[in-house]
């Protein structure tokens, strides 16, 4: 039988393309009808390690995309969940689309499974309403499921394979059916259990890694003002066997680990002290590193800011994306200070983004004087030789020469 993946992006393109290298017969499934264009004419739409030679063994194994939705007994939907700035709560809008225009064309016991991270409780609160309003039974018409993802960017097809996952579904006995759908592909434990556990173990697995990254970032802190390397304390403490503390850097972005945890602030306000604290350690990061540009410039006698150059955009080593970056984040929220033309350079982002941004390594390095590793791309560490002559404030501990500064 077919399985439409409805959404394809970041995890619904590699999720689509491993089933159907596994055997299964797929169809992808996305509203954007240039990005199925693209797949159609076999290009991707992102950058990620091993992704091509999936996307080849996909396509000899028949893999179609379209804008349509196909009608199916087994859908998953890994559509946006768009994170409400001001509310801090997420927007289900196109889980419930997707949802509506499943039930426009599914078999009569069709099996939804949604993978896109939601708040706990939105598949009762906004997702159950929905299908009921139709007239639509669950359990009968239609079965709910949710199978959260738990892949990382920059190492996302060896994951897809060997994480554990979790599966929550109201029924037991179609849980069991689209695990042995994910079992095609993924080598790993695959855990079944009810929607809510589901939501909610998604949820506080980047919520308990943001907090130990705060952790780390806070010892930072600590370690700066008495000029202690926070990475040797760091080192030394995890030798420990039950100790495993995370590495401290210029902030925490990315869509998921700076977003989950703000559900569970947004539901349960006076029972978040913990991670509500962690959230703003990790967003006071970007400020952090322009005290310590600042403390840079003083010592070195440098007046002039557009002297400074930042490298990397991307939220993280090795990926294009650049979605709440700690270097947009220093930029958009500190643009009071930085307004004179910090130069920027990420050898991943292609398209333009910010103000001074360089396309060219080179020509990047003849503008500044201090270097700012935002980011530690392979492209840097491979390239050391071309910034030790410079002033450079390593704020991923990366560098291998002396004398570079350090969070
Ligand atoms: N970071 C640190 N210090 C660290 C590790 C990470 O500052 O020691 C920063 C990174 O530089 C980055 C941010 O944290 O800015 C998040 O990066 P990440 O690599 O920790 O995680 P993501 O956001 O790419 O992916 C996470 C993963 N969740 C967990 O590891 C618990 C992934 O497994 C999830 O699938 C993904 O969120 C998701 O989509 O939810």
């Known amino acids: 039988s077919l399985v439409n993946v409805v959404g394809l992006g970041y995890i619904g393109l590699p999720t689509a393309l491993m089933l159907a290298k596994s055997g299964v017969q797929v169809v992808g499934t996305d509203l954007n009808q240039k990005l199925v264009d693209s797949l159609n004419q076999g290009k991707l739409t992102f950058q990620e390690e091993g992704l091509q030679e999936l996307f080849d063994a ?8 379209s804008t349509e939705y196909q009608k199916s007994d087994t859908y998953i939907l890994a559509v946006p969940t768009p994170y409400i700035e001001e509310s801090k709560k997420l927007d289900p809008k196109y889980v419930i689309s997707a949802v509506n225009n499943v039930l426009n064309v599914c078999d009569k016991g069709a099996a939804i499974v949604i993978e896109s991270t939601i708040s706990p409780g939105t598949i009762d609160r906004h997702i ?10 669950i359990g009968e018409d239609v079965h709910l499921l949710h199978a959260p993802e738990r892949i990382i960017p920059g190492n996302m097809i060896y994951e897809l394979e060997h994480n554990s996952r979790t599966i929550g579904a109201d029924n037991p006995e179609v849980g069991a059916k689209v695990k042995a759908i994910y079992e095609t ?12 556990s589901a939501e909610m173990s998604k949820v506080i697995e980047n919520t308990y890694r943001d907090v130990n990254i705060a952790f780390a970032n806070e010892l930072a802190k600590i370690c700066r003002t008495d000029d202690i390397d926070v990475y040797e304390i760091i080192k030394i403490a995890n030798k420990h066997p039950r100790v495993n503390i995370l590495q401290p850097g210029p902030g925490v972005g990315g869509h998921c680990i700076s977003v989950d945890p703000w559900f569970l602030v947004g539901d ?3 029972l978040t002290n913990l991670i509500l604290a962690a959230r703003k350690i990790n967003d006071s990061m970007p400020r952090h590193v322009l005290g310590r540009i600042r403390d840079i410039m003083r010592e070195n006698d440098i007046k002039d800011i557009s002297k400074i150059g930042l490298y990397g955009l991307a939220y993280k080593e090795n990926v294009d994306d650049t979605r709440e970056s700690p270097t947009l984040q220093l930029l958009e929220r500190l643009d009071e200070h930085l307004a004179f033309g910090v130069k920027v350079f990420d050898p991943f982002v292609k398209e333009r983004m910010v103000d001074h941004q360089f396309m060219n390594f080179e020509d990047f390095m003849n503008e500044i004087e201090v270097l700012v590793v935002m980011v530690g791309h392979d492209h840097i560490k491979e390239n050391m030789d071309l910034i030790q002559d410079k002033l450079v404030l390593d704020t991923k501990n990366i560098c291998t020469f002396e004398g570079a500064y350090k969070l």
């Open 58 to 65: 996909a396509l000899a194994n028949g893999i179609t995309f």
């Open 185 to 196: 592909f993924c080598q790993a434990e695959i855990v079944l259990t009810d929607i809510r």
């Open 128 to 137: 159950r309403p929905v299908i009921e309003q139709r007239g639509y039974v």
């Open 268 to 270: 349960y306000p006076d």
